[in-house]
């Protein structure tokens, strides 16, 4: 097994640094860095946009949570698919006419201040942080089952790998890597679905009754209620997850790879029937791993349950099966890893080194420079602060970064687009209080606390009920940008005056290089 893996892991790894090697002699520019200089096709960034989204928290992280908590995964995953259908309406359009390489060009293009472009800029970088967290949390399982390696060292180990896609291919050669990522992660996955449905004789409605008396949880598999034992955790969760993606920074920034609007819009088309097909799998992978695996050895290799798809790879395909997933589950982790930190990075060097520092005026090389080294100290802050969070799904680690892209960004953007009293003060407040909100809310939550000692970071009484404070939080950043609003609507301000220009500008691309219809 351990020589099937390495062999595996060498060719992936290979394969991947080979894109990285041709892609950086395309990388000269800040565009070509930032967004690999637009020129992706819709199926190309479909891809692309599957292979970002089918991070570990989606394969690793909602397989795990179907086999220990059944019916509740389902809290995990639709809502993610369906807000695809937020950004197909609202967002993907808009943004791409608007914006340029970062969510601040969108942002600023109504609002010409750095005060807004600095605290956007600010958002990005924590809410990638925040994603990257479950994705280091998900390598560190993965290595450690995989080879014996332990937890740190694993974390830091994959987060030396990713910088080597980021340093040298930017957005051109991670793209590339999650399109092939997302074909071998599907294809992989379609090999062990079918090796599932071959143990269980392909009884897709028998297998929801033998659910019943296949785990510890009973009849109760099929129930809501396993983890979310409160009905406003759920909806809480739900609310998060379903407006979350249009405001998570690196799924938006992959409308700045394509061309035009109508590309987008397509882009969206693509990514929404391929997570379709590959979520339909994912809930009978779970039901499969939780039956044939076994919940308890589940837990034994990670009481997370993050563990589930690899040891249910081994169990029906051989030690051949499991280093094929397993490697391919690494691959996912590098390419999303890297995605996630070129977003993160780039709103430093663009929004807050070129634009605010330098006034607009740093050179290409400059440019550069700065984001390579942001993207080591991205890096470094994200590995120091997964290495205490062992214990926790990687799903549900991921719907954090979504309570928080929907309760800082998404008011903002929707606001900017469509309500022609929205300001800068209104656009500062809301993106302040919401971040500030979500993460005062979950420091709070019985996420960090718990009266049990062991089972949380800290031991006591969570002061707030939710693990999820989405119902809260969505709703305050929404708020905030009302009241700040108002509060800026006293000062004659001339973001207001181009409004119209905006809502023109939005719907058309008239101004926008390379759009040439709709």
Known sequence: MGLNVIILFAVITVGTLLITYFASKKTKTAGSFYTAGGGLTARQNGLALAGDF???????????????????????MYPALVSFLVILFLVAEPLRNLG??????????????????????????VISIFYMLGQLVAAGALFKLL????FNVSVIIVGIGMLAFVLFGGMTATSWVQIIKAILLVGGTFILFIMVMWQLNFDFIGIFSEMKSATPIGADFLNPGVKYTSGWDAASLTLGLLLGTAGLPHVLVRFLTVPNAQVARKSVVWVM??????????????????????????????????MAAPLLAQLVGGDLMFAFISAVSFATILAVVAGIVVTGATAFSHDIYNEILKDGKATEKQQMNMVRISSIIITIISITLSLSLQQFNVAFLASLAFTLAASSNLPVILFTIYWKKFNKTGAIFGMLVGLIGTLVLVALSPNLWNPVPGVALFTGEPIFPLASPGIISIPLGFLACYIGTKI??????????????????????SDVKGVVQH
């Open 100 to 125: 340029k390489y970062t969510l601040g060009d969108m942002i600023t293009s109504r609002y010409k201040y750095k005060q807004v472009r600095g605290v956007t800029a600010i958002n990005t970088i």
């Open 147 to 150: 080879l014996g390696i332990p």
């Open 273 to 306: 029937w391929i997570m379709g097909g590959f979520h339909v799998m994912v809930i009978f992978l779970g039901f499969g791993a939780a039956k044939l695996v076994g919940v308890p050895n589940i837990i034994e290799a990670n009481a997370a349950g993050n």
């Open 488 to 509: 800026g609507a006293s000062k004659k301000s001339v973001e207001e005056d181009n409004f119209s220009e905006i809502l023109i500008k939005s719907n058309t691309g």
């Open 54 to 76: 089918m991070s570990a928290s989606t394969f690793l992280g909602l397989i795990g949570a179907f086999a220990l908590t059944g019916y509740d995964g389902f809290f995990l």
